[in-house]
Structures are given as structure tokens and as C-alpha cells.
């Protein structure tokens, strides 16, 4: 019995000693210089990429809209009107659908070009709980009540060679 009640004893007090801390990795995102490349190019892609394809596309519905209403279909060969029917009528599904098309496509864009930030970010932060001993570290928005921890955001800063604006809050609130 007393044996038990050490081993309990024992346990219990070294997972009380394991250290937690906390971060916000969009945080330390929001301050990495690549981000900020990556938005300058996230802006140009919407520009360029995006708006230029919904233009593509509006103009290609009025060509198909324009086969169909302003010539005579009656002369036109009956599968080849089903097939300008066809297209025009899935391209005005993109045209009205643009909004959710578009937006998925910049996600898609931002994630590929966010995932090799993503990824030195949380390997400074997994360095930094190596370094420093902390068994536990937790993102900053997932909590709403916690125990006192430590912000590690300093500390992957400084791993990072960034610096943190003055502005910046820390600290949970």
C-alpha cells in the first residue's frame, strides 16, 4: 500500500513539474518579413491571376450568349447549338459561383505559399520547448481559461532573428 501511494506520489509530482508555455503562430506570423512578401504577392495574384480570369471568363459567356441570341440557331446543326447551350450555361454557373471559386483558389494559393513559413515556425517553437524544457506548449487562440504559462513568443522571435513591433501584445488576457 505504501509502495502505491509513493508511486502515486511520484507521478503526480512530475506532472505537475512538467512546464507549459504558450504562443500565437499567427502571431509570429503577422511579424515574420516573408509574410509580408507573401501578401505583397498575395494582392498581385488577385490582381492579375484572378480578376483577369473572372474578366476571361465573363467574356466568354457573352461570346456563347451572343452565338446563341444574335445568330440564327435555326441554320446552326443541332449538336453544335446543345453544345454552345452547354457551355454557355457552365460558364454562367462559374460567372455566379465566381465568388466561392475565387475565394478557394486564393486560399489554395495562400496555403502553398504559407506552408514553408508555417513550417520554420513551428520548428523554432518545437526547438524553443526543447531548449528551454517546456513539455507542453499550447496555441494561444485555442485558450480561453488556462493556467498561468509562458509566453515563448520573445523566445521564437529571437530564434527567428525577427524582431517583435512595439505594439505587439503579449501575455494572455
Excluded: C
Excluded at 505537475?16 to 507573401?38: C, E, F, N, T
Aim: charged share 20%; glycine share 4%.
Amino acid at each position: 500500500m505504501l509502495l502505491i501511494a509513493a508511486v502515486i506520489v511520484v507521478s503526480t509530482s512530475t506532472a505537475m513539474a512538467q512546464k507549459a508555455g504558450y504562443i500565437s503562430v499567427d502571431q509570429v506570423l503577422g511579424i515574420m518579413p516573408d509574410a509580408a512578401r507573401i501578401d505583397t504577392f498575395m494582392q498581385r495574384f488577385q490582381t492579375d491571376s484572378i480578376n483577369s480570369e473572372y474578366v476571361s471568363l465573363f467574356e466568354q459567356y457573352k461570346y456563347y450568349d451572343s452565338l446563341l441570341t444574335k445568330t440564327d440557331t435555326t441554320k446552326m446543326p443541332t449538336s453544335l447549338r446543345k453544345k454552345y447551350h452547354e457551355d454557355r450555361d457552365n460558364v454562367a454557373y462559374q460567372v455566379q459561383n465566381w465568388q466561392a471559386i475565387a475565394q478557394n483558389a486564393y486560399q489554395a494559393k495562400q496555403n502553398q505559399m504559407l506552408q514553408p513559413v508555417y513550417l520554420k515556425v513551428i520548428n523554432a517553437i518545437q526547438n524553443v520547448a526543447k531548449e528551454k524544457g517546456y513539455s507542453y506548449v499550447y496555441d494561444k487562440a485555442g485558450l480561453i481559461v488556462a493556467p498561468p504559462g509562458d509566453d515563448l513568443l520573445p523566445a521564437v522571435a529571437q530564434k527567428l532573428n525577427i524582431k517583435i513591433p512595439p505594439n505587439t501584445p503579449t501575455g494572455l488576457k
